[in-house]
């Protein structure tokens, strides 16, 4: 903390770099007949808002955000193009033939070499939430071609495996024989089976999930590439008719994928999948599909819980809140107010000084759930934290109440702060989790090919690699390990895959927290 300072207001910072980018901004507006973005500058003295562009990056969370964004590219499949990591190259080239399709691309999930689909499209749509919500600040950090491009391959992935409207392919290789193996994704030779789900057998979850990472992406590549937008939108439109119209757990229905992302319910997915193909489209129906009886039945209003992988609630109740913060018209409606008080109770909850602030902390402030990749949560919920205090901030809304207590955009801003950090370095381990950033981090990250050097030969038992006291060969640049136990202790071993396995879905949140850190500017307050 104590960096409040440096966060406020950015001063009037009108380099002729920025004036270019208003210009093209308008021109573009002008030529596509969008209305510009509201630009508001962040202060809260109750005068009228002023457009304004982003502010001067903070270098700590500009570096830290370029070197979380690296891990996207550590964790591509297929054949690399402009690969910038020197130990990685081409894998995965035959994912998906035996169904004659190319599934090459996509993204390993974590230290293993698996394609969950269901990890992989929530990452898919995180991003581009983080995206859409601040491209301009990730690019005055220059870092937002970078995001786009991770976010690419991983939707080129989603379109290829969805070639029929009710065929969605949601794994590529088995997690048994893959676990079997310690190698590098070069060197792969084990078989990698697909499994698809289809109109006998559904999966509402992942094709639900993956509606929502299509809807979204095609919102970030509506203007650079209208012809892909489109495609997403279309691919995405016909994914929730499938996810709805044949509901069914994707983990009931499949078993095997119990063991690693086991999915507590569906109806999250379908109202997070709606509340995204309303933004995209702007057609009622999906509206009326959140706040309807499917609001009523999967919507859990007042209940604030932890966004993760397997529960969308809380992104859907501020991905909702934006709508109740910045449509008059639509606002009234009283299952959107619904919405947006859980959103308000969510956040609530994270406030420390909250009177309904949750008890599942570690002494020195981090959320705390899980002894299992437990970074996960407070990274996720700070990146929710900081969304929701720059809708406040761009709305002018001055407060929310906490039962008691009121508080503002700025303490939501400074609890966001606290967790990322706790994450960089301001803990009692005194150490990144970041890897990569500051000088201590994890040196036995849980990953196969950060463990293993670029010229061995392992064939798939290089056991040895993942045995050796000595540390990786391979820097993981960005990944973001699972993180300390509740009594902030913290085992730095490769096997103690708990706490030093990465994942790609925790890249996509601490890359959404920092991005909304790097610098202030008002949020979007439309996705045009
Ligand atoms: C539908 O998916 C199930 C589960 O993956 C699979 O066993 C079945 O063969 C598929 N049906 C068709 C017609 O391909
Ligand atoms: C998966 O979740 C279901 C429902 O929550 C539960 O009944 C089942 O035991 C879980 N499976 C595993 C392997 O944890
Ligand atoms: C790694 O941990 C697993 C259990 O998580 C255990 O079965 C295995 O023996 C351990 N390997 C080494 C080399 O310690
Ligand atoms: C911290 O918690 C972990 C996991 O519960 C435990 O294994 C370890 O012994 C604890 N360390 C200390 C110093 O209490």
């Known amino acids: 903390m104590g960096k409040m300072g440096e966060e406020k207001k950015s001063g009037g910072c009108m380099g002729w770099f920025i004036v270019l980018i208003v210009v093209g901004e308008i021109a573009l507006a002008l030529a596509l007949g969008f209305t510009l973005r509201n630009k508001f500058h962040h202060d809260d003295d109750g005068d009228s808002p002023v457009p304004r562009p982003p502010g001067p990056v903070a270098q700590k969370y500009g ?7 690296q891990f996207f590219d550590i964790q591509k499949s297929g054949k690399l193009v402009n690969n910038e990591i020197s130990w990685r190259g081409d894998s995965g080239i035959d994912d998906g033939k035996e169904a004659n399709l190319d599934l090459s691309k996509g993204m390993y999930d974590a230290g293993d070499h698996m394609k969950f689909g269901f990890p992989m499209a929530y990452t898919a749509t995180v991003l581009s939430w983080a995206i859409l ?13 970078s995001a786009k491009d991770s976010l690419k391959w991983i939707t080129d992935y989603l379109i290829n495996a969805h070639p029929e409207p009710n065929v969605l392919y949601i794994q590529v290789g088995d997690p048994d024989i893959d676990h079997s193996c310690w190698n590098r994704p070069e ?27 299509m809807a979204s992406a095609s919102l970030v590549f509506k203007s650079s590439d ?37 999915s507590t319910g569906y109806g999250d997915e379908l109202l997070w999948a709606a509340s995204w193909l309303y933004h995209a489209t702007k057609d009622q129906t999906y509206l009326d599909y959140v706040v309807g009886s499917n609001g009523e039945t999967y919507a859990n209003w007042g209940s604030p819980t932890w966004f993760s992988w397997d529960d969308k609630r809380p992104g859907t109740q501020v991905l909702l809140s934006r709508v109740s913060f910045f449509d008059s018209k639509a606002a009234t409606d009283a299952s959107l107010k619904k919405y947006r008080k859980t959103a ?62 009121s508080f503002s955009a700025k303490d939501l801003r400074k609890f966001a702060l606290s967790q990322a950090n706790y994450v960089l370095g301001d803990n009692p381990m005194k150490m990144s989790y970041l890897v990569g950033y500051g000088d201590k981090y994890s040196q036995f990250v849980h990953h196969r090919g950060a463990s293993i050097p670029a010229d061995a030969t392992t064939g798939c038992k290089g056991w040895q690699w993942l045995e050796s006291d000595q540390p990786n060969p391979n820097v993981a640049m960005g990944a973001l390990v699972g993180g300390p136990f509740l009594n902030e202790s913290f085992v730095d071993d490769r096997n103690n895959s708990m706490q030093t396995e990465p994942s790609t879905y925790n890249s996509a949140a601490i890359v959404g927290l920092l991005s909304g850190l790097v610098t202030t500017s008002s949020v979007a307050t439309s996705f045009t």
């Not at 570096?63 to 964004?69: C, E, Q, S, T």
């Not at 995405?236 to 095997?256: M, V, W």
């Not at 020195?364 to 002894?371: E, Y």
């Open 133 to 145: 919500e601040y491209g301009d600040q990730m690019n005055k950090a220059n870092q937002l071609d």
């Open 226 to 262: 209208s012809t892909y937008s489109n495609s997403l939108l279309k691919h995405a439109k016909e994914l929730f008719t499938f996810a709805d119209k044949h509901r069914g757990s994707y983990s009931e229905n499949i078993p095997q994928v119990q063991k690693y992302y086991n």
């Open 187 to 213: 060197s792969m030779t084990e078989k990698r089976p697909l499994i698809q789900i289809n109109a006998s057998t559904p999966g509402t979850e992942v094709a639900a999930e993956t509606a929502a990472a």
């Open 63 to 69: 570096d830290a955000l370029k070197i979380a964004l």
């Open 344 to 405: 308000e109770a969510v956040m609530c909850g994270l406030l420390p000084k909250s009177p309904t602030a949750t008890s599942s902390r570690t002494r020195s402030g981090l959320i705390w759930i899980s002894d299992w990749n437990a970074l996960q949560h407070p990274v996720a919920s700070a990146f929710l934290a900081v969304v929701y205090s720059d809708y406040m901030l761009t709305s002018r809304t001055q407060k929310i109440q906490c039962d008691s207590a």
